[in-house]
């Protein structure tokens, strides 16, 4: 049974840092690509950055390249986004996602574990 469980969201001004987490168990976390994606109210989940099981791939979005940097540490098992410059249409909830393999994808039907979601709101 793999879970998944966000940490790290809440309210920050425009222009702020945040560092979201992912704590992954159940699985072989070694194993698995990882991705974030987010949800605004009212609007689809997007993808948001997305980070190789080996880690030697990242991808991003057009909206954060330059922002937000993923990573994972493979002693906590666990996958960071660290969200820099924050304007207001970052604003939703982030979903951590994995999918076990060498992935790089930006399409959410391609991730089979999800988790329940963190809220980031940007506000001045």
């Known amino acids: 049974q793999v879970r998944l469980v966000e940490f790290g969201g809440g309210l920050v001004q425009p222009g702020d840092s945040l560092r979201l987490s992912c704590e992954a168990s159940?699985?072989?976390?070694?194993?698995?690509?990882m991705a974030w994606f987010r949800q605004a109210p009212g609007k689809e989940r997007t993808f948001v950055a997305g980070?190789?099981?080996?880690?030697?791939?990242?991808s991003y979005d057009d909206s954060v390249k330059g922002r937000f940097t993923i990573s994972r540490e493979y002693a906590k098992n666990t996958v960071y986004l660290q969200m820099n410059l924050l304007k207001l249409e970052d604003s939703a909830v982030y979903y951590c996602?994995?999918?076990?393999?060498?992935?790089?994808?930006?399409?959410?039907?391609?991730?089979?574990?999800w988790g329940q979601g963190t809220q980031v709101t940007v506000s001045s």
């Open positions: 996602a994995a999918v076990d393999g060498m992935v790089l994808s930006s399409k959410s039907r391609t991730y089979t574990h």
């Open positions: 159940g699985h072989t976390f070694s194993s698995y690509s």
């Open positions: 980070i190789t099981q080996s880690a030697e791939y990242t």
